[in-house]
């Protein structure tokens, strides 16, 4: 696990929070890792009551599990929980989407855009920390624009929830060397930041609830080679 010290001084547990956070989004945890307390205090330079608070609001995220006897991992998720999870995000996401759309702004637009290019550069550079950060950018300039501040709160959750699977699929197949699926990742976001670029807001929403079923089928098929 590799944890940073960050170049601005925050509260201990808030530091401990990004850190293992970080490191679950990028990967070096992946799902049923262990995340051994005293280890982890002991890289970021803090006691372990801050590491432990961190890691019970990760809990509550759904991004760790704690077991007894056996202490937190990296949540892994199986089908079942796969297919809630993206039904919630059928329910909740389509409804922020709506809601954001109707306050979108041009900048927001570009903002898209420039997430869209940034994450064109980084498949072809196989760097998997940046495609990421450049998927998750492009999807939250839309989000971050819905003004139900509960409803953004439970889609940023589900989001994080299946952070660590998405960098594990994102990861094997960069290892892989298949950028057929990534391909087809920057063309259905393509086709969505287009729509919002021509004004057609309904085909941009159609084209989400398409991206987001597709990605349903990805986390199944991750899953499928996992056995």
């Known amino acids: 696990m590799a944890l940073n010290r960050p170049a601005h001084p925050r509260t201990a547990e808030a530091m401990a929070l990004a850190e293992l956070r970080d490191a679950i989004v990028r990967g070096d945890l992946a799902p049923g890792a262990p995340i051994r307390q005293s280890a982890a205090a002991e890289q970021l330079g803090l006691s372990i009551i801050p590491v432990r608070e961190a890691l019970k609001t ?6 760790v599990t704690y077991a007894p006897q056996r202490g937190y991992t990296v949540t892994e998720l199986g089908p079942h929980s796969v297919d809630g999870i993206f039904r919630v995000r059928e ?7 709506r809601n954001a759309a109707a306050h979108l702004r041009p900048e927001d637009i570009a903002a898209m ?11 072809g550079a196989a760097d998997v920390q940046r495609v990421i950060s450049a998927n998750r950018r492009l999807h939250f300039a839309l989000f971050d624009r819905c ?3 509960w409803l953004l709160r439970f889609v940023t959750q589900l989001w994080e929830a299946l952070e660590p ?5 994102y990861r094997r197949a960069a290892a892989a060397g298949d950028l057929v699926r990534a391909q087809a990742i920057l063309d259905e976001h393509e086709e969505i930041v287009a729509a919002f670029e021509g004004g057609e807001t ?7 609830a398409e991206h987001r079923r597709e990605g349903r089928a990805d986390f199944h098929r991750l899953l499928e080679d996992a056995r």
């Not at 309904?202 to 989400?208: E, G, I, T």
């Open 165 to 169: 699977h998405r960098a594990l699929s």
């Open 58 to 63: 990760l809990a509550g995220e759904g991004m």
């Open 113 to 123: 855009r420039a997430a869209l290019t940034d994450q064109r550069a980084a498949v």
């Open 202 to 208: 309904d085909v941009a929403l159609r084209r989400l």
């Open 147 to 149: 003004d139900n501040e």
């Open 91 to 97: 329910l909740l996401e389509g409804e922020a989407e």
